[in-house]
């Protein structure tokens, strides 16, 4: 309210029930910023905030209480329980919304909405504002100006309250039990999808039923595969199993990565990458602090990663040279991590005036070097071919530091193999 300014209104509108198949729909996830807003959990919503409106600045649009759906489907809030529970001043049905929302538009300066995000809200508002505009001889004034709401939210919510960082810290503890459960349960002749499954079994009954996004369950050569998601091979002996997975906690997400031998052994070969990419991910995490450029953990991992390279022989000569012409990328080809929250890949800017910020206190990322050496790759000797490793962890940035959130799952060579011999 206090960024949006007097005079002015701002807009958004609640995610959309999805059509999975005939009549069968996706399970429903509220929309990020609707959810940060107004912690509403329902379709078929919209959110008015208007700065110092005597009749109440918070409005919400919603469905009307329908005994027969809450039969069907279960309960809703409806008018009642927008105000009362959810604390808007004011509710309205949503199927009211263009009768009355074009009043509410009438003589402000500027509408604050999500451009081009919600093609129906698009639509309706310069439909809305046109009608306005009409009325110009009754006195009436429309807003000159429409503005990205999300410039304002999205700064908001990259700085995490303790509240949110609370349930940040349950989605970390429960993702990295079901880490620990699948590392327990691989065996070769498994199929992926049945690693999976011990993951999703773990959040369940830990009381998570969302993962933050698909799973990625990758052995042997398919680890190389940076977003893979089929997750239908079987498990070799010898090879090395990447887990990308995460739960996520009343809309927050964790995101984990860990990479293990399937047979409970690291190879020679196997054992020297991995230990490049740990040390890599701990220099990275040194990084963290207050005050420190965000991209300064990137540069710290691609110089041990470079430099690591050229030692074992992957990679020929010199390291500032080599960097700086960015052949690591043919091995370690994504950035370091990325910001987390309510998305897995969460908002907000990474560059302020066309430089890397600085990070602040309550920044939550993830750091996650890698390194991926595909089956097909000529240039280096076979014993590293098809071997794929990421080692990725959820870092708080505190007062005078950082916090790794998801410190519960090994990641030690000494720790995987010993937890991997307690079978």
């Given at each position: 309210?206090?960024?949006i300014?007097?005079?002015?209104?701002?807009?958004?509108?609640?995610?959309?029930?999805?059509?999975?198949?005939?009549?069968?729909?996706?399970?429903?996830?509220?929309?990020?910023?609707?959810?940060?807003?107004?912690?509403f959990?329902?379709?078929?919503?919209?959110?008015?905030?208007?700065?110092?409106?005597?009749?109440?600045?918070?409005?919400?649009?919603?469905?009307?209480?329908?005994?027969?759906?809450?039969?069907?489907?279960?309960?809703?809030?409806g008018?009642?329980g927008?105000t009362?529970?959810?604390?808007?001043?004011?509710?309205?049905?949503?199927?009211?919304?263009?009768?009355?929302?074009?009043?509410?538009?009438e003589?402000?300066?500027?509408?604050?909405?999500?451009?081009?995000?919600?093609?129906?809200?698009?639509?309706?508002?310069?439909?809305?504002?046109?009608?306005?505009?009409?009325?110009?001889?009754?006195?009436?004034?429309?807003?000159?100006?429409?503005?990205?709401?999300?410039?304002?939210?999205?700064?908001?919510?990259?700085?995490?309250?303790?509240?949110?960082?609370?349930?940040m810290?349950?989605?970390?503890?429960?993702?990295?039990?079901?880490?620990?459960?699948?590392?327990?349960?691989?065996?070769?002749?498994?199929?992926?999808?049945?690693?999976?499954?011990?993951?999703?079994?773990?959040?369940?009954?830990?009381?998570?039923?969302?993962?933050?996004?698909?799973s990625?369950?990758?052995?042997?050569?398919?680890?190389?595969?940076?977003?893979?998601?089929?997750?239908?091979?079987?498990?070799?002996?010898?090879?090395?199993?990447?887990?990308?997975?995460?739960?996520?906690?009343?809309?927050?997400?964790?995101?984990?990565?860990?990479?293990?031998?399937?047979?409970?052994?690291?190879?020679?070969?196997?054992?020297?990458?991995?230990?490049l990419?740990?040390?890599?991910?701990?220099?990275?995490?040194?990084?963290?602090?207050?005050?420190?450029?965000?991209?300064?953990?990137?540069?710290?991992?691609?110089?041990?990663?470079?430099?690591?390279?050229?030692?074992?022989?992957?990679?020929?000569?010199?390291?500032?040279?080599?960097?700086?012409?960015?052949?690591?990328?043919?091995?370690?080809?994504?950035?370091?991590?990325?910001?987390?929250?309510?998305?897995?890949?969460?908002?907000?800017?990474?560059?302020?005036?066309?430089?890397?910020?600085?990070?602040?206190?309550?920044?939550?990322?993830?750091?996650?070097?890698?390194?991926?050496?595909?089956?097909?790759?000529?240039?280096?000797?076979?014993?590293?071919?098809?071997?794929?490793?990421?080692?990725?962890?959820?870092?708080?940035?505190?007062?005078?530091?950082?916090?790794?959130?998801?410190?519960?799952?090994?990641?030690?060579?000494?720790?995987?193999?010993?937890?991997?011999?307690?079978?």
């Open positions: 309210m206090a960024q300014g007097k005079k002015n209104i701002a807009i958004i509108s609640s995610a959309s029930v999805r059509p999975r198949n005939r009549d069968v729909d996706y399970p429903f996830r509220q929309d990020s910023d609707f959810y940060y807003l107004t912690g959990n329902e379709p078929d919503a919209l959110a008015v905030f208007i700065p110092e409106r005597k009749e109440g600045e918070y409005i919400l649009f919603c469905r009307e209480f329908d005994k027969k759906k809450a039969l069907w489907e279960g309960a809703h809030a008018l009642e927008a009362l529970v959810y604390e808007a001043d004011d509710s309205f049905p949503i199927t009211d919304v263009a009768d009355i929302l074009p009043g509410l538009l003589n402000k300066g500027k509408v604050f909405y999500p451009m081009g995000r919600d093609s129906e809200l698009d639509h309706n508002l310069l439909e809305w504002l046109t009608h306005i505009r009409s009325q110009s001889r009754t006195g009436v004034t429309a807003p000159g100006e429409l503005v990205s709401l999300e410039h304002i939210l999205h700064e908001m919510r990259l700085f995490k309250s303790a509240a949110e960082i609370q349930l810290k349950r989605a970390a503890e429960v993702s990295a039990k079901g880490h620990v459960s699948a590392m327990l349960k691989c065996q070769p002749g498994m199929f992926e999808y049945q690693v999976e499954s011990e993951l999703i079994y773990s959040f369940m009954q830990l009381g998570l039923r969302a993962v933050a996004y698909p990625i369950v990758a052995g042997g050569k398919n680890a190389c595969i940076l977003h893979y998601t089929e997750n239908d091979a079987k498990l070799k002996r010898g090879d090395l199993l990447l887990i990308d997975a995460g739960a996520e906690c009343d809309h927050y997400a964790a995101d984990i990565t860990r990479t293990f031998p399937v047979s409970g052994r690291f190879s020679p070969a196997q054992k020297q990458l991995y230990q990419v740990l040390d890599a991910q701990l220099a990275a995490i040194e990084q963290i602090k207050p005050g420190l450029p965000w991209n300064l953990a990137h540069e710290t991992a691609v110089e041990v990663i470079t430099s690591g390279l050229v030692k074992l022989g992957l990679l020929k000569g010199r390291v500032p040279k080599l960097i700086k012409d960015e052949k690591y990328k043919q091995f370690f080809m994504h950035r370091i991590g990325h910001w987390l929250g309510m998305d897995v890949h969460d908002v907000g800017d990474y560059k302020v005036d066309g430089e890397w910020r600085t990070l602040e206190p309550g920044m939550v990322l993830t750091i996650e070097p890698g390194l991926y050496i595909p089956l097909d790759c000529k240039t280096v000797d076979k014993k590293w071919q098809g071997i794929g490793i990421r080692i990725e962890d959820d870092v708080l940035v505190t007062k005078n530091g950082y916090e790794v959130l998801t410190n519960g799952v090994p990641k030690t060579i000494d720790e995987i193999e010993s937890i991997m011999q307690e079978v």
